[in-house]
């Protein structure tokens, strides 16, 4: 499954980087939590929870099923 999330990331990395973020994936449990850190600009943007639930857990859990949700690490 990390492979996956890997491959998925990929796909929403480029819209982070448009306005100086970026994604790292930090870890993916057992059950399906994905852990990432969100870093640049999105490390501190206000707007960071709606991009992290919104975007990336969105677009995780409609490709990628027994992804069960996103969260941020610091």
């Not at 501190?44 to 995780?60: A, D, N, Q, V, Y």
């Amino acid at each position: 499954m990390i492979e996956k999330v890997k491959e998925v990331l990929e796909t929403v990395r480029p819209a982070l980087q448009a306005d100086g973020g970026d994604v790292e994936l930090v870890e993916v449990t057992e059950d399906g939590v994905v852990k990432v850190k969100l870093t640049g600009a999105c490390g501190h943007c206000p707007m960071s929870t709606m991009t992290l639930k919104m975007g990336i857990e969105r677009t995780l859990k409609e490709q990628i099923p027994t992804v069960t949700e996103v969260v941020q690490v610091r």
